[in-house]
């Protein structure tokens, strides 16, 4: 039994000094990825260089709010993103944020998503075909 097992030692370890050498000769020749097939899983994706869109209070916040949402699906982020958004905000939608973190602290996005979209949005009652209809001509046709 004794012998038994030392001849499966033994051709055990030939297989591994074979393995070992097969690698050494594929790491000096040439990529291991194309000898192995290896995908590197271990290496992070590579992103692309994307800026962080910026909002200033005065265009609408939805088209901001869905630049920056790619943004995080493309970058994989799945945290801080009130952070990274408040931090490209300008001007009127800056002060905004910061007296809205004075209020209530760090909202989280769905909550910082409708503020600022409630804020900066068009109003809740806007309808410019209604308002259009509702212009009624009281003088010439040249005057209206």
């Not at 869109?53 to 801080?80: M, T």
């Not at 809205?100 to 309808?127: A, C, K, Y």
């Amino acid at each position: 039994m004794i012998k038994q097992l030392a001849t499966n030692v033994e051709s055990l370890q030939s297989k591994v000094d074979g393995l070992q050498q097969e690698r050494t000769d594929a790491s000096s020749s040439g990529p291991r990825a194309l000898v192995t097939g290896e995908h590197h899983n271990d290496r992070p994706p590579r992103f692309q260089k994307m800026d962080f869109p910026k909002f200033d209070g005065k265009s609408d916040p939805l088209a901001f709010l869905n630049r920056c949402e790619s943004y995080f699906r493309q970058q994989r982020i799945a945290e801080e993103k009130v952070w990274m958004a408040s931090y490209n905000l300008e001007d009127g939608a800056q002060l905004w944020y910061m007296q809205l973190q004075r209020d209530e602290g760090t909202p989280p996005w769905r909550r910082f998503s409708e503020l600022l979209n409630t804020r900066f949005g068009p109003p809740l009652r806007s309808n410019p075909l209604g308002e259009l209809m509702a212009c009624k001509r009281t003088g010439s046709v040249i005057d209206f």
